[in-house]
């Protein structure tokens, strides 16, 4: 399949709810909410049944140990990239983190923090699958939170609008 027809998912996974101890923020840890929360999302990931050929996760501690709580459920792990620019991403930041992904990567992972999860999603749904756009934006994106986004063509082609969103779930709901 050439790049311009290739079909492509975008899972974005907020981390897990972080503790507020005495430590930079860089270093949050998971609060004990978050330590249920997290493998609760990887259950998810799993029920979701997309073979994830990366993931791409901040380089913070409460993502680090989000995304090690949640892959612990699955039966293959991807390729685990920690990446310093996930951490406090604009929107902008996401864009151009999304261009650059090799294009032999069909179903990629982001973990990584709000307000930028919930930007990227609603930036790139153009369109959606029942309400799962009105659901996204009703609740903000919170901790543990999915969404999957779609869309066919180039990573270097990824902009606002171009992607459906077709799943969105919220372990709080």
């Not at 996930?86 to 930041?93: K, P």
């Amino acid at each position: 399949m050439s790049a311009a027809a290739s079909s492509r998912r975008i899972v974005l996974l907020r981390h897990a709810k972080a503790d507020w101890p005495a430590v930079p923020d860089h270093e949050r840890p998971l609060a004990e909410r978050g330590r249920k929360e997290a493998p609760a999302a990887g259950r998810h990931l799993v029920d979701l049944g997309i073979p994830l050929d990366l993931a791409l996760c901040s380089s913070a501690a409460r993502t680090r140990e989000t995304w090690k709580l949640a892959v612990h459920e699955l039966s293959h792990r991807p390729r685990t990239v920690y990446e310093d620019r996930l951490y406090d991403a604009t929107l902008g930041d996401l864009l151009a983190l999304l261009t650059e992904t090799p294009e032999d990567v069909d179903d990629l992972l982001l973990i990584g923090h709000n307000p930028g999860m919930h930007a990227l999603a609603d930036a790139l749904a153009g369109q959606a699958d029942g309400d799962a756009l009105t659901r996204l934006n009703r609740s903000g994106f919170p901790t543990a939170a999915i969404a999957v986004l779609t869309f066919s063509g180039s990573w270097k082609s990824v902009e606002h609008g171009v992607a459906r969103l077709t799943e969105y779930w919220d372990s709080h709901a």
